[in-house]
């Protein structure tokens, strides 16, 4: 049998680890606003103890942790060596955060220690998501909650959608992704979330939707913001791993199509774009 995600192993520590690293303080300024709604919902306390599920570079993780106080304690996990390296080298001395590279599906952790298990769009990508989730919950307190934010369908994001649009009979198309298939739109079902969350054992779930604009590139200039969102666009997410094996004319008049796309919506040293995320709340019951 194959080993559990190990199609996301080899990738958040090869192409799509690397990438994110290159990318990481844009994409931290990209996804800072729905950070900022999941914690809110989490709603960390002084004193408590949080683990970040596919913690990345560890935004999320020192921001729980500036909530959670000296007192507290945030562990931040992930499969990725390098984004955890990243996330070590951005974290101040001083931290009552720590960071683990493991797989948060399978990893031991503590039993019944944490009191909020949280994530940033690091939820979708195990191969068995109701398993991991049952495991992870083992690690709550009795009582203790659940918030996470993830996406919503591709089609409701225009990060996809418009871009997907612009490349439209210039890239030859293929077969449609299975959408609960592990990636970053596997949670986009709202009922697919709820039943995983059941299944679980988790209690008291809220899914809700979550609308954000927020800057894809930025630059000095418009001009210049325009080419880091090609740039980007390229180098990380659906569109990038549908144009890797293009050859290099086709690849040409998709960027002059991605960046058509991109002049066209608002922003000055920026390009803005909207995204459709769901907040998750949930609770590991108390007996
Ligand atoms: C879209 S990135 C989000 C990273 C970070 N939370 C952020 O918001 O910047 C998804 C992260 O989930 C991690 N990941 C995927 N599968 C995982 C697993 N089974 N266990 C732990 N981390 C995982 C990846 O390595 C990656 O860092």
Redesign the pocket.
């Known amino acids: 049998m194959a080993e559990q ?1 190990a199609y ?1 192993l080899a990738d ?1 520590n090869g192409q799509s ?1 690397e990438h ?1 690293v290159v990318h990481q303080a844009r ?2 300024a990209r ?1 800072a606003v729905f ?1 900022k709604a999941a914690i809110e919902a989490a709603a960390p306390a002084a004193g408590e103890r949080v683990l970040d ?5 560890g ?2 993780t020192l921001a729980l942790a500036t909530r959670v106080g000296a007192a507290g304690h945030v562990l931040g ?4 060596e390098p ?1 955890i390296a990243r996330a070590r080298a951005l974290a101040p001395k001083d931290t009552p955060a720590l960071f683990r590279v493991a ?3 399978s990893t031991e952790l503590p039993e019944g220690t944490f009191d909020i298990l949280f ?4 939820v979708m ?2 191969d068995d998501p109701t398993g991991a989730f049952a495991h992870m919950r083992h690690a709550l307190k009795p009582g203790g909650r659940v918030a996470f934010v993830c996406w919503r369908g591709a089609a409701e994001n225009d990060w996809v959608s418009l871009l997907m649009g612009a490349i439209k009979g210039i890239v030859p198309p293929t077969a449609p992704p299975d959408p609960e298939a592990p990636g ?1 739109f596997s949670f986009g079902d709202r009922g697919r979330v709820a039943r995983i969350l059941t299944a679980a054992g988790f209690t008291d779930i809220a899914i809700v939707p979550f609308d954000a604009s927020a800057p894809f590139g930025e630059g000095a200039t418009r001009d210049a913001a325009i080419d880091d969102a090609v740039k980007m666009t390229f180098e990380v997410g659906p569109l990038s791993r549908a144009l890797a094996d293009q050859p290099d004319d086709i690849r040409a008049r998709a960027s002059a199509a991605v960046r058509a796309a991109f002049a066209g919506l608002p922003g000055e040293r920026s390009v803005v774009i909207d995204s459709a995320a769901w907040i998750v709340t949930a609770r590991n019951p108390v007996s």
Do not use: E, H, M, Y
């Open positions: 995600n996301q958040w680890g994110w994409l931290d996804l950070g599920v596919g913690c990345g570079a935004a999320s996990v992930d499969i990725s984004l797989d948060a599906s994530s940033r769009f690091g990508f195990f970053p």
